[in-house]
């Protein structure tokens, strides 16, 4: 086998562990019929494994219930009961009494559920199809007596590399960040949200790595490098004291970075750029204000709803934005409104579709569910009592959608009035400019909107046409694209008229030659990684604003991406003539990239 695999970087970090393989998939079942006498064992067997099946998603939930929270366990008690389903049961022993083997029956049946499912109208029993399929799986599992590969099955410090296909949601509230100290999928880019999750858990991952699972044995070893996207199997001895010692190196450059976490962010010459941290997870917040940010440039609420049974009621959500803004003490929150659908979907309500990412989703869906909405807009409203809250729009294309929003953020405050809550109603309203649309069309927002944000991710996916959680799209996702440059300089010009503060709050502002770009194009509020805070101050402090407008003059004459790319690193690596020979050795990627970060 290919000792070395390569994939996409997708969280820097080196790790050098066991795998943990994870094959969450249904198996191979035989078409196997039994004797009229083994009958009843057949029955038997069945029972059982359904009775093992419960006893296991028990204790999974009990598990997810510690390491993510009761609400995100509930996932795990919808399962339970519904292998208590009679008419499912009944369906299976049907099938058993006609003298097929316990496996065969139950893999009949789970294959017509999961069907007859996944076209019902009612898209509460669509979105049930996901936890049939993991019945599926795991009651297969213990009748054909294959191992269990559960994730919670690791104890802790096992400093292991969780290697498989995908991280769907069921998945990744088991994650025991005490076992897994490492990522690996099959799928996934550096901008899919299987990524963005690892960066904000601080995990080194490497995705897309396309049949790692079928590639790799559970008795292997690796040295998983999420920096160059490498994944190393069964390294020499020398291969992993070079992991270690680059290990060693990156902790010595953080830490030093850390120390300069409270400098603030000053080009060579002295403009202040202002850089904020991205917030999945409102755990997240402590670690993102010791990073230094000056407050938070996006917090995703969608992680609030993911997995769930249910939509979160107005109290914990409540609960959930205060704690961020808590933490932030007088600095800025941007809070963007749910971002759901696309590939983000809950567990309750929303309907699957053919071109999920440009269908119902984000403004569009929160706008025509205002019962839902109006509870997510008093949440943050009753936040904003505590803080500088600033509400973000997602994938706004009109100014009717952030006229409607208003509508209804004057609604929530009157039922909040009425109840004699405490809220504060004069709030930031923003908007992501992720569409092209929305960057062609910015001057017609400058009068509705407070505020701009650049969502580079969907604006890179949707002006190229390229599905960004495609691997086989990966090398044609490229920020520096003249086309991308151009919009994100039309909606700083649109923002400047008119006074308006335009942030960039993507992945582009997390790595240093888009960054750089960025800068020279007039961005000044960038909002990152919590991780990557320190080092973008590092590189912005060693930079000129003079040197960053001439390296976006440049990209946007480049007549390709390949072209502005080499012609930005080769402009940032002289403007950053103050980086010591040490820092640019530790910071360097086999890759080229100057502070490790893939572009």
Not at 125 to 151: A, K
Not at 584 to 590: E, F, I, M, Q
Request: proline share 5%; aromatic share 4%; with cysteine.
């Amino acid at each position: 086998m290919e000792r070395m695999l390569r994939g996409l970087p997708a969280s820097p970090g080196i790790i050098a562990g066991p795998v943990h393989l994870l094959r969450w998939e249904v198996p191979d079942v035989p078409a196997r019929t039994v004797t009229e006498a083994e009958v009843p064992h057949e029955l038997t067997r069945f029972r059982d494994a359904v009775s093992r099946a419960q006893d296991r998603l028990r204790h999974v939930r009990d598990r997810a219930a510690h390491h993510a929270g009761a609400e995100e366990s509930m996932i795990f008690e919808v399962q339970i009961s519904m292998l208590d389903d009679r008419a499912l049961n009944s369906e299976v022993e049907g099938f058993i009494l006609e003298r097929r083997a316990a496996e065969h029956a139950f893999d009949l049946v789970m294959l017509e559920w999961r069907r007859r499912f996944g076209r019902a109208q009612a898209p509460m029993l669509r979105e049930r199809v996901g936890d049939l399929m993991d019945l599926h799986i795991r009651v297969l599992g213990i009748l054909l007596s294959l191992p269990d590969t559960d994730p919670v099955d690791l104890p802790k410090g096992s400093n292991a590399v969780l290697v498989t296909h995908d991280l769907t949601p069921s998945l990744t509230v088991q994650l025991d960040r005490e076992a897994i100290a490492a990522l690996a999928t099959d799928e996934g880019t550096s901008t899919s949200h299987v990524a963005i999750l690892a960066r904000s858990l601080g995990l080194p991952a490497v995705v897309g790595l396309r049949d790692a699972t079928s590639r790799l044995k559970g008795t292997d070893r690796v040295v998983l490098d999420g920096t160059t996207g490498v994944l190393i199997v069964n390294p020499t001895d020398e291969e992993i004291a070079q992991a270690r010692l680059r290990a060693e190196q990156a902790a010595l450059l953080e830490e030093s970075l850390r120390s300069q976490a409270n400098v603030p962010a000053q080009l060579r010459g002295g403009e202040r750029i202002y850089l904020r941290a991205n917030v999945d997870l409102p755990e997240e917040s402590d670690l993102a204000a010791r990073s230094g940010a000056d407050g938070v440039g996006l917090m995703r609420t969608e992680f609030v709803v993911l997995g769930r049974t249910a939509m979160p009621d107005e109290d914990e959500q409540y609960r959930a934005y205060r704690r961020v803004v808590d933490a932030f003490a007088g600095k800025p929150v941007v809070i963007r409104t749910f971002d759901i659908g696309g590939d983000k979907l809950p567990v309750g309500g929303f309907p699957s579709e053919a071109n999920p990412f440009l269908g119902w989703r984000a403004i569009r869906m929160c706008l025509d569910q205002p019962d839902l909405f109006l509870v997510q807009l008093r949440a943050l409203l009753r936040a904003a009592a505590h803080g500088d809250v600033r509400i973000l729009l997602p994938l706004v294309v009109s100014v009717d959608e952030v006229r409607r929003t208003r509508a209804l953020i004057a609604e929530a405050a009157r039922t909040l009035n009425e109840r004699g809550a405490v809220f504060r109603d004069r709030v930031q309203v923003g908007v992501m400019i992720e569409t092209p649309a929305a960057a062609v069309a910015a001057d017609t927002f400058v009068n509705d909107a407070d505020f701009f944000s650049i969502g580079t991710n969907d604006l890179v996916q949707y002006t190229l046409a390229v599905d960004r959680g495609n691997v086989n799209l990966a090398a044609r996702f490229t920020p520096l694209h003249p086309a991308v440059l151009r919009l994100i300089r039309q909606t700083v010009d649109a923002g400047r008229r008119r006074g308006l503060e335009v942030a960039v709050c993507g992945e582009m502002g997390s790595h240093p030659l888009t960054a750089f770009v960025l800068v020279g194009l007039g961005i000044r509020h960038l909002s990152v990684a919590p991780r990557a805070v320190p080092l973008m101050k590092r590189m912005l402090r060693s930079v000129s604003a003079e040197s960053a407008r001439d390296a976006a003059e440049a990209a946007l004459n480049s007549s390709t991406a390949a072209e502005a790319e080499r012609i930005v690193r080769r402009l940032l690596q002289a403007a950053a003539f103050d980086l010591s020979p040490v820092e640019l050795g530790l910071l360097a990627s086999d890759s080229g990239d100057i502070l490790g970060y893939a572009v």
